[in-house]
């Protein structure tokens, strides 16, 4: 057995005293997600000054005394990519971490890298080549070799060194702020999914184009699903597909034939909860209009949209020579999405309810400049072909000609 393994409850307490102790711990994750409702926490990685190890938990360990570490505030906490060992920590402590760093979030800030690879990252900062992830790796499956355990481990062995890196530079570039803030939206954002699962209902693919009544079927169609795959331990998708249950709640049919009359609900992992789907959709239908959702807005001015599409690509084109010139991640400051919630924002003219691009440093980086772009008080012209940030922002006077 590699010396790099921990699976003994006592020398995992150990580490996690020596983890407490050290003040900053580089931590990663290996899982399985294909068959579960949830991944299936497989190996840990830490990484300290002094030691690199792997914990097994798949044998039987008690891993509270990492999680209330990974929520103490005293403990930094390094991670890369950290999605998953954000909501690991959630569900495990019903907390989340209090004092996290994401390098690839980091990296965003200081490079127009965004989302770059753990290997990429330890190549830009460290200028060394690592293997990559073992992506096809079966981490359930026991015994591990030796040579997947350093390959696990390497995914955090050079972490701690990039984030002292990574806040040189942050503060050279007084960016400190906005890596804090950036983390923390981050974790922010992964716990409130989480808590607003149950009426995530409303993001199904085509729901606004249902009824009350319809959708009064989809929600609690959804929220069975939820149910059933968590009781179950199975993937959402082997209980019911996003674009069947939305089919279900339009067709709301009477019976059990009815339910798997469309080709795909023929599949034998569908077929076995036609009783309890049609169980479900009956007594939704009943529900009184006073306990339906109401109606899903939709923005049905197709010339607003296209007016809101080709600003978007505007603001896109300046955006992105706005961080070339920053030297900061487009992918990290705003996507299309956030664009076009800008436009509308803007042009509505309302001043509550704040897009991100209208708020904090991503303002004062880029959200005054294109807010003055939707406003003509500024124009853009190309300066330079050949620079990676070609265009110049020219103010303008009131009779809409250059300022000198």
């Not at 190549?123 to 990559?132: A, S």
């Not at 079966?138 to 696990?152: F, G, H, N, S, V």
């Not at 109401?294 to 080709?310: G, I």
């Not at 690509?313 to 992105?320: H, S, V």
């Amino acid at each position: 057995m590699s010396q790099l393994l921990i699976t003994r409850q006592s020398e995992f307490d150990e580490l996690c005293e020596h983890l407490k102790s050290s003040g900053e711990v580089a931590f990663d994750t290996e899982f399985v997600s294909e068959h579960t409702y949830r991944p299936q926490l497989c190996l840990l990685q830490f990484a300290t000054k002094e030691r690199q190890v792997a914990v097994d938990p798949l044998a039987g360990l008690d891993l509270t005394p990492w999680w209330e570490i990974m929520t103490d505030k005293e403990t930094r906490v390094i991670v890369h990519g950290g999605r998953e060992e954000i909501l690991f920590c959630w569900f495990a402590a019903e907390k989340p971490p209090q004092n996290l760093v994401d390098v690839q979030i980091v990296q965003g800030l200081l490079s127009r890298g965004y989302p770059l690879s753990h290997s990429a990252i330890v190549q830009k900062v460290m200028q060394k080549r690592i293997h990559g992830k073992e992506t096809r790796t079966d981490w359930a499956k026991r015994p591990l070799t030796d040579k997947q355990i350093e390959y696990a481990v390497e995914d955090v062995r050079y972490l701690i060194e990039i984030a002292a890196k990574q806040r040189r530079r942050l503060k050279s570039l007084k960016r400190t702020t906005w890596a804090k803030q950036e983390c923390q939206a981050f974790i922010d954002g992964l716990v409130e999914t989480q808590r607003t699962r149950p009426d995530a209902w409303v993001r199904l693919p085509k729901i606004g184009r249902l009824s009350r009544q319809d959708l009064g079927v989809a929600r609690e169609l959804f929220r069975w699903r939820e149910q059933t795959a968590e009781k179950l331990n199975r993937p959402l998708r082997t209980i019911l597909r996003d674009d069947l249950l939305v089919d279900l709640a339009h067709r709301q049919p009477k019976s059990e034939a009815e339910v798997l009359s469309t080709r795909d609900m023929q599949r034998g992992n569908y077929r076995r909860y036609a009783s309890d789907l049609l169980e479900v959709i009956r007594n939704a239908s009943k529900l009184p209009a006073s306990e339906l959702p109401e109606k899903l807005s939709q923005n049905s001015d197709d010339h607003s949209k296209q007016e809101e599409h080709v600003l978007g690509k505007l603001l896109a084109i300046a955006l992105a020579n706005c961080c070339a010139e920053a030297d900061v991640s487009p992918a990290i400051v705003a996507t299309a999405t956030d664009l076009r919630e800008f436009v509308r924002w803007h042009l509505s003219g309302q001043k509550s309810d704040e897009p991100k691009l209208a708020t904090g440093w991503r303002y004062d980086l880029c959200g005054e400049m294109l807010e003055n772009l939707l406003d003509g008080r500024i124009s853009l012209r190309v300066a330079d072909p050949s620079s990676d940030h070609p265009l110049v922002f020219e103010s303008l006077s009131k009779s809409g000609k250059q300022e000198q």
